[in-house]
């Protein structure tokens, strides 16, 4: 296998990683008193980066105040000759966050970066440096491409808690070194409180931290704002976030669960009704606390593809802003489906575009596992499959053309990655198995959640022929991440074959399952 070394690349901040999960961000960056002067801007919540590609990417930080955003980056950690990029003025108008995009980046390095936070009214006046590293996408195909995807965390009020040690799965996907992380969704769950302890079903105790943002259902701006800060009080999604990229994507428990646009509230919990006033304040959050190279455009959307060097491009979906209404959804015909037409028609352009060796699939809902929304009491369908297990209806007809597209343009090694259902899985799709047949035969792997409840596994439509080839999920609803039950997904792929190697893995960084694939396939 070409792949760089594994693992050891990532050189600063990793330390013993495995071993200081209790250590604190400041203290593993290296501390600086000389900084620590009252009045200078701080930079509590850490470092991230996103969207890093072959020559560029994204920079994250907020500020406990007004300031000034610095980055400087440097090929070694002395950052000696760095470059210095100016990036915007952090105020109140984006909760003291922002991000400042790098460009002209070598590719396939190794870039060390450091955010220095400034007063507006003397660019003097700088706060401590928190520092960061990743590594630019390579333009070699010999080197290889690792990432690790998951999704689902901080649900069904198991939030931080220190006795379990954090958000410790993190720790596990650090330790394989990857390229970047894919976040599928659920980043936080708006619409679940956080309690200070939960009694779990054997005696014991779950003790959560809470914030007042986490004491019940976000509606205002800035609840929806506290619930991501929230999470960056845990120490390990911090580190991580100082030397992984991310590409993020959202789902329902962003805004609240199984969310559609027009769509009115029955929930008693909420004031605010209208799910669109709830949606416009949760991308305005989402926006703010993630860099998403995409959100800052005109139309402000979250799907996109990233370009990884020749061997990957990752097309990220949004299965939740374009979507028509959750119902019975057994029309016959069905123009808007869970795309949308206009995101349909651009998934279908950039696929026939990419010239990538694979085509991953990010999507933030599973294709042909029914998940049912029966919030108002109606047998509604949440995703895409309905449980007939005949021709396409409803918004498998969006799914069926796609597929039917992918086979007859000949676009190969689609791969479809995703989350949501709170366990994990691999379901091989097959036309010779399926009531619909035309299309080729592809994977889709399901991982998740990072910390939150896991579920029974859901069944299977047999519209595409699903077969599942591996699970492993609980038998009772709910199970809190002490019980175990949590997943991470790893990404392989050799520069030499162009082999992609799938491995299922829990929390800890047990392999459960492997699945080679070839390359050159259509579908897959």
């Known amino acids: 296998m070409s792949h760089r070394p594994f693992p050891g690349r990532r050189s600063v901040l990793r330390g013993s990683l495995a071993a200081s999960a209790a250590l604190t961000l400041p203290t593993a960056l290296g501390s600086a008193p000389a900084f620590a002067l009252s009045g200078r801007p701080k930079a509590g919540w850490g470092v991230q980066t996103g969207d890093v590609t072959c020559d560029s990417g994204l920079v994250w930080v907020r500020s406990d105040r007004p300031a000034r955003m610095i980055v400087e980056t440097s090929a070694t950690e002395s950052f000696r000759g760095a470059r210095r990029w100016h990036g915007p003025l952090l105020g109140a108008d984006t909760d003291f966050t922002g991000t400042t995009r790098l460009r002209g980046l070598p590719s396939g390095e190794q870039i060390h970066y450091r955010v220095l936070l400034a007063d507006p009214d003397d660019p003097r006046r700088t706060g401590e440096p928190v520092t960061g590293t990743f590594r630019t996408a390579s333009a070699r195909r010999r ?3 690792r990432f690790v995807w998951s999704g689902d965390l901080a649900g069904q009020g198991w939030g931080i808690n220190p006795d379990f040690g954090g958000y410790r799965i993190y720790n596990a996907m650090a330790a394989l070194d990857p390229d970047f992380f894919i976040c599928s969704g659920d980043n936080i769950y708006a619409d679940g409180p956080i309690s200070a302890s939960v009694t779990l079903p054997d005696g014991s105790t779950w003790r959560n931290i809470t914030t007042e943002e986490k004491s019940k259902v976000a509606e205002t701006l800035a609840e929806f704002r506290g619930n991501f800060r929230y999470n960056l009080l845990d ?16 789902d329902d428990h962003e805004v609240t669960n199984n969310w559609y646009p027009g769509e009115i509230l029955g929930d008693t919990r909420y004031t605010e009704k209208n799910v ?3 949606a416009a304040r949760a991308r305005q959050a989402f926006s703010e606390y993630y860099p998403i190279s995409t959100l800052r455009r005109p139309d402000g959307r979250v799907y996109r593809v990233v370009n990884h060097g020749p061997l990957l491009d990752v097309f990220v979906l949004d299965m939740r802003t374009y979507r028509n209404a959750n119902s019975t959804d057994d029309q016959p015909t069905d123009a808007q489906g869970i795309l949308g037409a206009e995101q349909l028609k651009w998934l279908k352009r950039e696929l026939s575009r990419s010239r990538a060796v694979w085509k991953v699939i990010a999507s933030d809902m599973p294709l042909g596992l029914v998940v049912p929304d029966t919030g108002d009491g109606k047998p509604n369908v949440e995703a895409v499959a309905q449980g007939d297990p005949g021709a396409p209806r409803g918004r498998e007809l969006q799914i069926a053309e796609l597929l039917r597209f992918i086979k007859h343009r000949r676009i190969t090694g689609t791969v479809w990655l995703t989350a949501d259902v709170h366990y ?3 379901q091989h799709y097959q036309p010779s198995r399926a009531a619909f047949t035309d299309f080729e035969p592809f994977w889709e792997f399901v991982s998740g959640p990072l910390n939150a409840g896991a579920f029974p596994a859901n069944t299977l439509d047999n519209t595409f022929g699903p077969e599942r080839v591996f699970i492993k999920a609980p038998t009772t609803a709910n199970v809190s991440p002490a019980g175990g039950y949590q997943f991470f997904g790893e990404v ?3 520069g030499d074959s162009g082999e992609l190697t799938v491995r299922l893995r829990e929390s800890d960084g047990t392999v459960l399952f492997t699945q080679v694939l070839q390359p050159g396939r259509v579908g897959q």
């Open 143 to 145: 080197d290889g491409v």
């Open 235 to 250: 120490d390990n999604l911090k580190r991580f976030n100082a030397q992984v990229p991310s590409i993020i994507q959202w």
């Open 276 to 278: 669109d006033v709830l």
């Open 424 to 426: 994990t899985s691999a």
């Open 492 to 494: 392989d792929i050799d």
